[in-house]
């Protein structure tokens, strides 16, 4: 069930780029993103699972350090009950997703200085030992 609905997540959709998607996709300002309908005005899949994650991301980092999130409070933002039934699991399978990828980012990120401080000894030590041998010192 879960890989199908991480399959579901993942699969661009269709109509992207034509008619009403790309007129509910959201808009960049000046000082940020602007979605041009309400949430009840939307209809297609695609903007409204985007707008779903963005609003789930909202609400976990409101939430503290052990937010819990439901479907239920994306009804009391505003969500139509049939778009939360059709796109709800599939915007938090998308939220899973990246914050697993974040998380992954973030640890990945967390030993970097270390490695370049690393490479740069290396580096500076190959280079005065061939500075050495070809000055004859070595």
Do not use: K
């Not at 998380?103 to 740069?120: C, I, K, Q, Y």
Request: net charge negative; glycine share 10%; hydrophobic share 50%.
């Amino acid at each position: 069930m879960e890989a199908a609905l991480l399959q579901l997540a993942r699969q661009p959709e269709r109509s992207a780029l034509t008619g009403r998607a790309y007129l509910e996709s959201r808009i960049a300002q000046h000082d940020g993103y602007l979605w041009p309908f309400d949430r009840p005005q939307m209809l297609m899949p695609g903007p409204i699972r985007e707008r779903m994650v963005e609003d789930i991301g909202r609400l976990v980092r409101d939430g503290g350090e052990e937010a819990i999130v439901s479907l239920a409070d994306l009804v009391a933002l505003g969500w139509p009950l049939a778009s939360v039934e059709a796109c709800g699991a599939a915007a938090f399978a998308v939220f899973n997703v990246q914050e697993a990828r974040r998380e992954r980012e973030e640890l990945d990120g967390a030993g970097r200085p270390f490695v370049e401080a690393a490479a740069l000894l290396l580096f500076c030590s190959a280079a005065l030992l061939w500075a050495g041998v070809g000055a004859g010192a070595i």
